[in-house]
């Protein structure tokens, strides 16, 4: 049974603590939402539901949820600056081929776990 959160403020205080570098493959400990973007909105989905939507960045494509018209960017501190979402519509492949399945897996495990991976 997936554990169940009140909102993806509760999963996000979760989460952060399972990023590591079975879940990217770039891992920066003084950065740890670096690079989790799409691993993250897979787990926001899994969650959530939603829709998974991207917003182009300097560093490239960064992947986030729509949850029902709200957009919900569960790594932004990874980034020095804010900047607009443009909510482009993606999905579960392009966040998935810019991950993995296997990150993803161990994600969901420490989340599950409710501990660090």
Do not use: K
């Not at 182009?56 to 569960?74: A, C, E, R, S, V």
């Amino acid at each position: 049974m997936s554990r169940r959160f009140a909102d993806p403020i509760a999963l996000y205080r979760v989460l952060r603590t399972c990023w590591s570098t079975a879940t990217t493959g770039a891992f920066d400990a003084t950065r740890p939402a670096r690079n989790q973007c799409s691993v993250t909105a897979l787990a926001v989905q899994h969650y959530f539901g939603g829709e998974i939507v991207t917003t182009p960045t300097i560093g490239g494509t960064h992947f986030y949820d729509d949850l029902g018209g709200i957009f919900w960017d569960l790594s932004a501190e990874q980034f020095d600056e804010p900047f607009p979402m443009a909510g482009i519509a993606s999905s579960r492949a392009a966040a998935l081929a810019d991950s993995s399945p296997e990150r993803l897996a161990a994600l969901l495990a420490g989340i599950e776990r409710g501990d660090a991976v």
